[in-house]
């Protein structure tokens, strides 16, 4: 503006001097331009702060109630699985940001200033992860410690994550998808080493991008701008189509009993259903993406009473149904307004499940729990479609908030073995054997994901 106003201003001086009407007119024109443009609720810089770590934080406590179930789905499938790979993972994108700045790839600031903004999101981690660590005090899954809630190794890894995303998102958005997703498989080492649950790292996340937030809001307060090098990058735009990664939870509805042969469940299930998705777009309107998740079906227990009443009867207890699923398929997208955006898609992929027990319960059971073994159960690895559709509300043009509705199908065989108790009895150890036996495991999933477009 300063520029433009350089440019004219001998003419404009020398025509005002003469016309006091003209001289009028600019300088009204010249303020109608520096208007203050005002700003949504979604662009102000205290929402925008907190929009990632909230859906987070909400995911924390919407989860937290199924811990203990999740942690089961870890142990059927990866029982033993002990892996140190997060320990070091957590630090690969501060290491990565320090890389660049020392090989002279710009960022968004120099490194003293990253170092200082750096230090204060690591301080306020620190303070916000051992407050609550110590205070709240919950068991560790493995039972060593009660220091579980939140993860520091995962509010950590987010943590410079987010600070990788602060110095180079704005030179390429590659460097945020590394960040995020080596922050991302970091949690995720957490809750595979059984080291935390869930809500523990998700929780842990929120914190991390928090405190990046809070430490780079407070060092810009301090120099008064919002970077370093910020005529650098002014030409960088994006290619505006819709490429996305997205953490997504929600409800699994079951459209059949998946267990109606063998009536060890006398209902449809419900259960859950959580995982990552993306896609990249080569066009505005078609790109092609993956889906990669693991679904949760609780199983209700059976009651059977025996004929004589001060015998009480029998509790027939199934473990859930688990199912790790992964596709791949194409995305069309279409947008409806600078905020609102509509997809849909379709995905051909795979569904490995976890087997499960038959466990009965009775007073009379002299075992510990009271509990006995009878039988086990092991669905077939399947072909699965998916069909779905979801609606996105842009927070801004990096943040999303969408909701989904997907339909999935696929076929499975459900194999059971009886144990050495009962396996004599030749009915009940192949009645669930033979090839006929074949569940078609349909279901909805509804829910909530917070996309990040790039």
């Not at 029982?79 to 997060?86: A, E, L, S, T």
């Not at 916000?128 to 520091?152: C, H, L, M, W």
């Not at 959580?274 to 080569?282: M, P, R, S």
């Not at 025996?306 to 009867?313: A, K």
């Amino acid at each position: 503006m300063k520029k433009v106003l350089f440019l004219i201003f001998p003419f404009s001086w020398g025509v005002a001097q003469t016309n006091p009407s003209i001289m009028l007119a600019d300088t009204l024109s010249t303020s109608s331009f520096e208007q203050p443009v005002k700003k949504t609720f979604f662009q102000k810089e205290g929402v925008r702060m907190a929009i990632a770590p909230t859906v987070l934080f909400a995911a924390s406590a919407a989860t937290w109630g199924e811990r203990k179930h999740i942690r089961e789905i870890r142990n059927r499938y990866i029982p033993n699985f002990k892996v140190g790979y997060d320990d070091y993972m957590q630090y690969a994108p501060a290491v990565a940001v320090y890389g660049l700045k020392l090989s002279g790839v710009k960022g968004r600031n120099n490194i003293g200033r990253a170092t200082l903004s750096y230090a204060a999101s690591a301080a306020i981690m620190a303070l916000i992860v051992n407050g609550i660590k110590y205070t709240a005090k919950v068991e560790r899954p493995d039972g060593s410690q009660n220091n579980s809630f939140p993860s520091g190794h995962t509010a950590n890894a987010f943590n410079n994550a987010s600070f990788l995303h602060k110095e180079y998102g704005v030179v390429n958005p590659l460097y945020s998808i590394g960040g995020y997703s080596v922050a991302t498989f970091t949690g995720l080492g957490r809750n595979l080493n059984n080291r935390h649950w869930i809500s523990d790292v998700l929780a842990g996340a929120g914190i991390g991008i928090l405190s990046t937030e809070l430490g780079y809001f407070f060092i810009d307060k301090i120099y008064k701008n919002k970077g370093d090098n910020l005529g650098l990058f002014s030409k960088f735009e994006g290619n505006e189509n819709p490429s996305f990664l997205a953490l997504k939870f929600g409800s699994a509805l079951s459209t059949t009993n998946f267990l109606k042969e063998s009536e060890l469940d006398d209902k449809k299930e419900s259960g859950f259903e959580a995982g990552l998705e993306g896609a990249y777009f080569f066009t505005k309107k078609w790109g092609v993406g993956a889906n990669f998740s693991f679904t949760s079906f609780p199983v209700s227990t059976q009651r059977l009473d025996f004929d004589d009443p001060s015998l009480g009867g029998l509790d027939i207890n199934t473990q859930a149904l688990g199912f790790i699923n992964m596709g791949i398929g194409p995305y069309f997208a279409h947008d409806f307004s600078d905020k609102w955006q509509m997809m849909l898609k379709t995905i051909a992929g795979y569904s490995s499940p976890a087997g499960g027990k038959v466990l009965v319960q009775s007073s009379l059971i002299d075992l510990p729990n009271n509990e006995l073994e009878v039988a086990h159960y092991k669905p077939s690895k399947s072909f699965r479609w998916t069909n779905g559709a979801s609606l996105t509300y842009k927070l801004n043009s990096e943040l999303g908030i969408t909701a989904f509705a997907d339909y999935h199908m696929s076929n499975s065989k459900i194999h059971y073995t009886f144990s050495d108790d009962i396996k004599n009895d030749d009915e009940l150890n192949t009645s669930f054997n033979d090839d006929s036996v074949k569940e078609k495991i349909n279901y909805f999933s509804l829910g909530l994901k917070l996309t990040a477009y790039f």
